[in-house]
């Protein structure tokens, strides 16, 4: 199964998503990444944020949807956070699709501290939904239990 986690700029949120994921997931299961309008290049808190949790940095990069174009996901979930009024893409045709909304850490203002804390609380946020998603039943569930399941993680 392979998950693409989308944001705007693949640079923070869908990043930290992508990388924690991959931690955690078994064979067979694979995350990716990819942004609307990508900044091309990942913020280096985050990549400090998965070193310190000592999750694998290595392939990460901020990349546009039309990296995967010839090997589409089987299921798409948006990063955006709506709330910030944040417009998040929805491609990939017949790919399940979900939202799980997050607060971009990088738009916190504050100290060093401040904006560490903002990371790694992403961070826990994320491998909370990632384990809930990981210990699905998939092989019970149909397409529509498998999205009401996603919605329900989404809200999380």
């Not at 998503?17 to 913020?43: D, R």
């Not at 039309?66 to 798409?76: G, H, M, S």
């Not at 045709?93 to 560490?116: Q, T």
């Not at 039943?137 to 989404?154: A, T, V, Y």
Request: proline share 6%; glycine share 6%; net charge negative.
């Amino acid at each position: 199964m392979r998950v693409l986690f989308m944001c705007t700029a693949n640079s923070c949120r869908s990043i930290l998503s992508e990388a924690m994921f991959n931690h955690l997931a078994p064979q067979g299961f694979e995350a990716v990444s990819s942004g609307s309008f990508p900044k091309g290049k990942v913020l280096p808190r985050s990549l400090t944020t998965l070193q310190q949790s000592a999750i694998s940095i290595e392939g990460l990069s901020s990349k546009g949807n039309d990296a995967f174009e010839d090997n589409p996901p089987d299921i798409v979930i948006t990063v955006c956070d709506k709330a910030a009024g944040e417009s998040c893409p929805v491609y990939f045709g017949p790919a399940l699709k979900a939202h799980w909304g997050l607060e971009d850490p990088s738009d916190v203002v504050g100290d060093e501290a401040a904006v560490d804390a903002a990371f790694r609380a992403t961070l826990v946020h994320i491998e909370q939904r990632c384990r809930a998603f990981l210990a699905l039943p998939f092989n019970e569930l149909s397409r529509d239990q498998l999205k009401r399941e996603l919605d329900r993680i989404g809200a999380l």
